[in-house]
C-alpha cells in the first residue's frame, strides 16, 4: 500500500476512541438489559464487533499491527439482517451431527428402551426389536427422547457430537398449521436470521492455535 492510501494516525486514534465508546455502550447494555434477548445489547454487540473491526484494519494498514483479540461479527457467516424490524413470529432451526461411535452401546441402549416399552411378556426374547439394526436402534431411540435430552446424554447412547448450530429467524406472521411440514427448511433464509450460535471443534483447534503464537504480531492476516 502506498503512503498516499494509509490511514492517518489521527484516524487510527480516532478508531481506538470509537472501540472504547462501543465497549462502553456495550457494557451499559448488558447491565441494564431485560432478558436474554435483550435488542439493545444485540445493537451493542453489534456495534462493538463493527467499531473493533474498523480500528483493525486502519492499525494493521498504518502500522503493520495487528489486535490481540477478535470479536465475531455477523458479516462473518450471515449477510446483513433484512427482515421486519418488529418481528411478530419466529422460528428456531437447529442441525445437530452426530458420529456413531460406539454402535454396541447405542444397540443396547435402544434395546433396552423397545423392552421397556413392550413391557413384561409383551414379546418373545427370541425376537429381537433392534438387533443389530442402527437405523432401528436410532429409530428407536428419537422416538423415545427428546433432541436435547439426547443432545445432553449422546455419549450414553454411543455417539460422538459434530458441529452444530442454531438459527432465530425472524417473521412476519405465524406460519399456517402444517403449511411447511414438506419442506421444512426450504425457506430458511439467511437474511431474516436475527442471530445464530455455532458449536464446532474448529473453533477449540483456532483456541490452540493461539495459545501457541507468541508475540504482539504473531496473529496475521
Not at 428456531?92 to 434395546?111: S, T, W
Not at 433464509?189 to 471443534?201: G, N
Request: charge should be negative; glycine fraction near 8%; include cysteine.
Amino acid at each position: 500500500m502506498s503512503d498516499a492510501a494509509q490511514p492517518t494516525a489521527a484516524e487510527v486514534r480516532a478508531a481506538a476512541e470509537a472501540v472504547k465508546t462501543a465497549i462502553d455502550r456495550h457494557l451499559d447494555a448488558v447491565e441494564r438489559r431485560t432478558g436474554d434477548d435483550d435488542p439493545a445489547v444485540y445493537d451493542a454487540f453489534n456495534a462493538l464487533a463493527a467499531a473493533a473491526e474498523v480500528y483493525d484494519e486502519l492499525l494493521y494498514d498504518r502500522h503493520d499491527e495487528v489486535t490481540p483479540f477478535e470479536i465475531p461479527g455477523a458479516d462473518d457467516s450471515l449477510p446483513p439482517y433484512a427482515g421486519p424490524a418488529e418481528p411478530s413470529a419466529l422460528s428456531v432451526l437447529i442441525r445437530r451431527d452426530y458420529v456413531v461411535a460406539e454402535p454396541p452401546r447405542l444397540l443396547a441402549q435402544a434395546q433396552r428402551l423397545a423392552d421397556l416399552d413392550a413391557g413384561p411378556g409383551g414379546r418373545p426374547d427370541t425376537a429381537p426389536v433392534v438387533g443389530t439394526s442402527v437405523h432401528a436402534a436410532l429409530g428407536v431411540l428419537f422416538g423415545e427422547y427428546e433432541p436435547d435430552e439426547i443432545a445432553s446424554r449422546h455419549k450414553e447412547f454411543g455417539l460422538e457430537e459434530g458441529d452444530s448450530t442454531l438459527w432465530v429467524s425472524a417473521a412476519e406472521a405465524p406460519a399456517e398449521p402444517g403449511e411447511w411440514l414438506g419442506a421444512p427448511f426450504e425457506d430458511a433464509d439467511p437474511e431474516l436470521v436475527v442471530c445464530r450460535f455455532d458449536v464446532s471443534a474448529v473453533f477449540d483447534e483456532d483456541d490452540e492455535d493461539d495459545d501457541d503464537l507468541a508475540g504482539p504480531a504473531a496473529g496475521g492476516r
